[in-house]
């Protein structure tokens, strides 16, 4: 069964950082374009962050661009966010996704293949 498990979450303080996963079971993520998406409760799903399959090559949106980095780990089948210099604002639920619609991926284009069950991050002092 096709899956993605997102962890990493939690509470941290404003200015600090936190590192999110992702982990595949039952597909290999160097397959797909990878995903970062988030949710704030009463706010629309916002595109975070992509990785390309074939090229590694990267998008962000433009809230977090030059705090959030996005990379992957073939060999562990693991997506990575690393999250730096957190603000209240970047508080949602976190969810990863993978999709192999389009050549290169682009966090405006929400379409997914497979998503996790997200994982929550909380950013307050």
């Known amino acids: 069964q096709v899956q993605l498990v997102e962890s990493g979450g939690g509470l941290v303080q404003p200015g600090g950082s936190l590192r999110l996963s992702c982990a595949a079971s039952?597909?290999?993520?160097?397959?797909?374009?990878i995903h970062w998406f988030r949710q704030a409760p009463g706010k629309e799903r916002q595109g975070v962050s992509c990785?390309?399959?074939?090229?590694?090559?990267?998008d962000y949106a433009d809230s977090v661009k030059g705090r959030f980095t996005i990379s992957r780990d073939n060999a562990k089948n693991t997506v990575y966010l690393q999250m730096n210099s957190l603000k209240p604002e970047d508080t949602a639920v976190y969810y990863c996704?993978?999709?192999?619609?389009?050549?290169?991926?682009?966090?405006?284009?929400?379409?997914?293949?497979?998503w996790g069950k997200g994982t929550l991050v909380t950013v307050s002092s």
């Open positions: 039952a597909f290999m993520l160097d397959y797909y374009n």
């Open positions: 990785i390309s399959a074939n090229d590694g090559s990267t």
């Open positions: 996704a993978a999709e192999n619609k389009y050549l290169h991926c682009s966090v405006s284009r929400r379409e997914y293949d497979y």
